[in-house]
């Protein structure tokens, strides 16, 4: 009779804790339904910000704590590492409750502690984000900041309090472009709320990936510090090189390079003493490279191709595209056929960058001849944050009498991912008018004659599928200012369309073949894949 006494008290304990838990866990759900039923949270899996936001969000639900130390002078708010599409955080899968526990294991198995407390300044003096880049970076979509040009058509037509006379109004948007299915237009018609940065003032201007200007490896490993490299297979093409630097101080971080076809991965880890409790932890915290086996190469030659691969990788050289457009001009032969520059154009030029003499030029070139003026005698060019841009002006590219295509100034300006357009006159330019697989981005200017003490400009923007959206937005009303921070605004816009121009199928697929093709000639350079077992002392 105790015994079964005993037995139905435990048997109604675990029930009750049963309930209990039953209970928490459906009040937790009516929660979280309630939670992402707000219109003001956007759930999109394929998103690594709302991926974070849900992620936050269950987690503050369930009273799961974060794996910082709250005792700590790390603000979560604030010094939280960013995520951006593209990348990943400073610790890449730490926020996973899972992976989190796996590093505790390391931790308490090789008896190492990682006291570093990791605050935004920290980051940047490891080179793991740039000292410029900004912070609580909302995630931008097309859907948030998309103007359509119908769209403001209709409403101008709609507003009674706008003047019908040539006077000025900044709260009326002039769309500049023709409407065309398949393009993204931003056009300034939106005021956006405090949810995203204030970009009225344009000194909040920054470049979007500046880390990615950052030779981390020739920066912090090469010839620098001692450090480890390791190759390895995820399937039959796509290779794996890390680099991780060594460390003797335990408690101190360590820098970490993964490179694979689809990018480059910064992180921090804890210094290991062993290369072989680094690759495992690192194993660990990325679930994909659990079954990859690495082989550690001592040949020193792998670091002279490192460094040549990362070089070629590194973008920090633009050219831009210039055609001018006459009053009434819709058709592209037309534009290209235009010699003489307006007044107004002129000023434009003026306003954007210098006018150089290519001959014996010997800063970026941009695909200009600076030797025997086959491409023109002058030429624009701008050097913006240590950033050099050439600009392809076609009224200052030869012109050929006979040939009505003018074919070699297309061939200049068809050939640049970021085409200016500055329009004279009522008509909207089509971004279809200039057929080139490269041109990808679009930006219309035009000189806003309702100003009549200082110059501005009318600008608006249209970008191929697949081109993410970029900072800073436009100002309400898609005008700036023909003064320094005008043009600090415009050439961070253009630089910052680039950039997220090279996410686009055209030219993503091509960079990932480039890396893949990199990785495999290290692979096949450095030896056969091995057992990551390290063959010296220390690892």
């Known amino acids: 009779d105790t015994n079964n006494t005993n037995t139905n008290a435990n048997i109604n304990s675990n029930s009750n804790k049963n309930l209990e838990f039953e209970e928490k866990f459906k009040k937790a759900l009516e929660r979280c339904i309630k939670e992402f039923s707000r219109e003001s949270i956007d759930i999109d899996p394929q998103t690594k910000y709302d991926k974070k936001r849900r992620t936050n969000t269950i987690r503050n639900i369930f009273g799961i704590k974060k794996p910082i130390d709250n005792e700590t002078d790390v603000n979560p708010e604030k010094e939280e590492p960013i995520l951006r599409r593209g990348t990943k955080p400073v610790f890449p899968k730490f926020y996973d409750p899972h992976i989190w526990r796996n590093y505790n294991r390391v931790e308490d198995e090789k008896k190492n502690t990682w006291t570093r407390k990791i605050t935004r300044s920290y980051l940047i003096e490891m080179g793991i984000i740039a000292r410029d880049s900004p912070e609580n970076l909302p995630e931008l979509l097309w859907e948030d900041v998309e103007d359509l040009p119908s769209k403001i058509l209709s409403n101008n037509d709609q507003d009674t309090s706008i003047n019908p006379t040539n006077e000025s109004n900044e709260n009326t948007t002039v769309p500049l472009l023709l409407e065309v299915s398949g393009f993204h237009y931003e056009l300034g018609s939106k005021k956006y709320g405090p949810q995203l940065i204030n970009f009225s003032n344009y ?72 290369s072989s409790e680094a690759i495992k932890f690192i194993k660990n915290s990325y679930p994909d490279y659990a079954q990859v086996k690495f082989s550690k190469i001592s040949d020193s030659d792998i670091q002279t191709n490192l460094l040549e691969i990362e070089k070629k990788l590194i973008m920090k050289t633009y050219k831009f595209g210039i055609l001018y457009c006459k009053e009434n001009q819709t058709d592209g032969n037309e534009m290209f056929q235009n010699v003489e520059a307006s007044a107004d154009f002129e000023e434009f ?31 624009y060019f701008a050097e913006y944050r240590d950033l050099p ?35 004279e006159g009522d008509q909207l330019y089509s971004p279809t008018t200039v057929p080139s697989q490269f041109n990808h981005i679009f930006c219309v200017i035009q000189k806003d004659k309702s100003s009549i003490t200082n110059t501005r400009y009318r600008v608006g923007f249209a970008t191929k599928a697949g081109v993410r959206p970029f900072y800073p937005l436009l100002p309400y009303g898609g005008i700036i200012e023909k003064n320094e921070e005008g043009r600090h605004f415009l050439l961070t816009k253009l630089i910052n369309a680039e950039r997220m121009a090279l996410y686009a199928p055209n030219f993503s697929k091509p960079m990932t073949l480039v890396r893949e093709n990199y990785l495999l000639s290290i692979v096949k350079n450095f030896g056969k894949q091995k057992e990551d077992q390290p063959k010296s002392s220390r690892g």
């Not at 101080?249 to 992180?267: F, M, N, P, Q």
């Not at 030029?349 to 600076?370: A, C, H, R, Y």
Request: with cysteine; aromatic share 12%.
């Open 349 to 379: 030029l003026e306003f954007i960058g210098k006018k150089i003499s290519l001959k014996g030029w010997t800063n970026f070139k941009g695909g200009l001849d600076v030797k025997g003026d086959t491409t023109g005698q002058f030429s």
């Open 389 to 423: 841009i050439m600009f392809h002006v076609s009224t200052m590219l030869p012109f050929a009498d006979q040939d009505p295509q003018q074919l070699e100034r297309k061939r200049h300006l068809g050939n640049d991912i970021v085409l200016i357009i500055f329009k």
């Open 203 to 274: 000194n909040n201007c920054f470049v979007q990936e500046s880390e990615k200007e950052i030779a981390f490896y020739e920066t912090y490993f090469y010839q620098k510090t001692e450090h480890w490299n390791f190759i390895g297979s995820i399937s039959e093409r796509e290779k794996i090189v890390i680099s991780i630097e060594y460390i003797k101080d335990k408690g101190e971080s360590a820098r970490v390079l993964i490179r694979t076809r689809k990018g480059d991965d910064r992180i921090l880890i804890p210094a290991f003493s062993k």
